[in-house]
């Protein structure tokens, strides 16, 4: 009897002990081999991710309504309805027919750092809009398909404190983008908002282009659009640069180029008066064609129009289109 369960068991025992190997040694294997083995043929490599998918320029124009909450003077997505959206289709579709090669991306343009001309609790001359707005806007532009810009005026606010504040928003959704207002801007805490003339520096905004060139690989979200507003020149080539009277932006040349950050210098000059359009086309070819030309740290250029202030000299779509670059991103406030 004991040599029949000899005989019988041993070599179970061992098929066992053989099957067990085997499942351990397969555990250990790349998965890539066990696809091959399941699918009998060669498994696709995992494709490693890639931020110029998705990304919006240059492929696509952004045509953008601007605003403030509550606030109707400041621009059209002052407030969220049926209306505003309509007229926000519309308008990007005028230019989306006249430039079928560029297919439109609207958008909102929502002050979310708000310039103030009192201190308020923080001293910053400034405030951020409570999350739950910012949270409505965001709900909004996902449910119709729009890129929402938050759009940031600082104050006397330390720049990088308050971007981090709205980081989490540019990490988490691929659909949101930046902007930043040097108008409103006092870095060096010697002004007011609304009261003074600012004067910004590359040293300013370029740690902004650093933190916005690691989002893409860190956090899986298409590249990112940095929107600059500018409403006054340069101090490139002036005796002091710094001079707030004189220029906004001190040493634009200086300004960091990231091929990992889409920098769009976006010409805010306000019209409404005899002759203010070929102002705004002359600073448009200045600010944008010329410092483009002569700095290559930017790639796009950006034009506001104003419903409102400009009503009787809005310039229109094709005279929009007809600057030279077209510009990507096109907004208009009231």
């Known amino acids: 009897m004991t040599l029949f369960f ?55 124009r952004v045509v953008a309504f601007y605003g403030i909450p509550g606030a109707p003077a400041t ?115 010697n002004g007011i908002p609304g009261v003074n003339l600012s004067n910004v520096r590359a040293s300013d905004l370029n740690p902004v282009i650093e933190t916005l060139a690691a989002l893409p690989m860190q956090y899986h979200v298409p590249r990112k659009i940095l929107v600059i507003h500018q409403y006054r020149g340069d101090g490139d080539g002036l005796k002091n640069p710094y001079d707030a009277s004189v220029a906004e932006f001190a040493d634009k040349r200086n300004l960091l180029y990231d091929p990992r950050v889409d920098v769009v210098i976006h010409v805010d000059s306000v019209g409404g008066y005899r002759g203010d ?9 200045l600010w944008v064609a010329q410092d483009m030309q002569k700095y290559h740290n930017f790639r796009y250029g950006g034009f506001k129009l104003f419903y409102h202030i400009e009503a009787h000299t809005l310039m229109s779509p094709a005279q929009v289109l007809a600057l030279q670059p077209p510009p990507m991103v096109i907004s208009y406030g009231n």
């Open 75 to 189: 621009g059209p997505a002052y407030q969220l309805n049926a209306q505003m959206l309509a007229r926000l289709q519309a308008q990007g579709a005028a230019y989306a027919q006249l430039d079928p090669s560029h297919p439109v991306k609207l958008a909102i343009d929502l002050v979310a750092s708000v310039p103030d001309r009192y201190p308020g609790p923080q001293g910053t001359y400034s405030h951020r809009l409570d999350p739950a707005t910012i949270d409505e806007y965001i709900r909004f532009c996902q449910e119709h398909g729009l890129l929402l810009f938050l759009d940031l005026s600082f104050g006397q606010a330390p720049v990088m404190r308050e971007l981090s504040f709205f980081l989490p928003y540019l990490e988490r959704y691929s659909f949101v983008e930046l902007a930043i207002d040097p108008e409103w801007m006092f870095p060096r805490r």
């Open 277 to 285: 359009q070929q102002d705004k086309m002359r600073q448009y070819d």
């Open 6 to 60: 000899v005989l019988i068991l041993l070599p179970t025992l061992a098929l066992g002990t053989a099957l067990a190997w085997q499942l351990v040694a397969r555990q250990q294997r790349p998965s890539a081999l066990l696809n091959e083995e399941r699918l009998g043929e060669q498994a696709e490599p995992i494709k490693p991710f890639d931020p110029d998918e998705g990304a919006i320029l240059p492929r696509y």
